[in-house]
């Protein structure tokens, strides 16, 4: 069968809300009705606001790191403090941006954002993605009696791409990733470290169709995707590599 694709609209929340509640209006008001094997990809950004994640970042106070920071990245030093506590890890930066490592996800600014909230204020990730991305599993499987995917995704910039793509911050009732080693490719040639990012894949689909302006739909329905349904819990790095094995921390740390 073809892979379907079912944006969901919603309406503007500006305090923290039910997000399983909120969800399930937005199904109904779409005329949407889960079925064994969907995909649920929400945004980052919708989890985070249920969860009144967000920050009047003037009104916090920047510490000597931050200061420093703030000023060798020519960010605003509060900013700079909020990027310092959301980050595992700093690798450099250039003006304006700090790269970061934030919930094992290479990110600029770790991944907090100015769009989609009010003037003055900024967006975090969510807290405990995968607790959250289990939690609304399981009240999907007890409302509807259907077993569902859930992914938490934002939206990331490629290195030495233009524009956008999903990136999935958690995901549950799915396997994350396909092992394809040992397999063969075209010409049986056999296939010695290669993954496929399953949920990264969903959630790309789904950015597509979310969008990153006006759009008001932060959740989008995958039906007759293939991938692989699990009720066991997914762990939080399953998705993450350590950054000594990534090719392009390794690669751009070495000058030739």
Request: charged letters at 25%; one cysteine or more.
């Amino acid at each position: 069968m073809s892979l379907t694709v079912l944006p969901v609209k919603s309406t503007l929340k500006k305090e923290p809300f039910d997000l399983f509640a909120s969800l399930v209006t937005d199904l109904e008001n779409s005329g949407i009705s889960p079925q064994n094997g969907d995909v649920l990809v929400i945004s980052s950004k919708y989890v985070a606001n249920s969860q009144g994640r967000i920050i009047e970042y003037n009104k916090v106070a920047p510490s000597s790191d931050a200061e420093q920071v703030g000023k060798k990245f020519r960010i605003k030093s509060n900013i700079a403090e909020i990027i310092l506590r959301e980050s595992d890890a700093i690798f450099g930066g250039i003006p304006g941006f700090v790269i970061t490592s934030s919930d094992n996800i290479m990110a600029p600014n770790a991944g907090i954002d100015k769009s989609n909230t009010k003037d003055g204020t900024i967006v975090l990730y969510p807290n405990e993605p995968y607790l959250g991305a289990e939690h609304l599993r399981r009240k999907f499987l007890l409302r509807y009696n259907v077993h569902v995917g859930i992914i938490i995704a934002d939206s990331r910039l490629m290195p030495g791409r233009v524009g956008t793509v999903g990136v999935a911050i958690s995901c549950s009732g799915i396997e994350p990733t396909s092992d394809l080693r040992g397999e063969k490719d075209l010409y049986g040639n056999v296939l010695r470290v290669t993954f496929q990012a399953v949920a990264d894949d969903l959630a790309s689909i789904a950015n597509l169709k979310m969008g990153e302006a006006s759009d008001a739909t932060p959740c989008v329905l995958i039906r007759d995707s293939d991938a692989r349904l699990t009720d066991r819990k997914i762990g939080e790095n399953e998705m993450a590599i350590h950054y000594e094995q990534c090719v392009y921390v390794r690669g751009l740390g070495t000058r030739i």
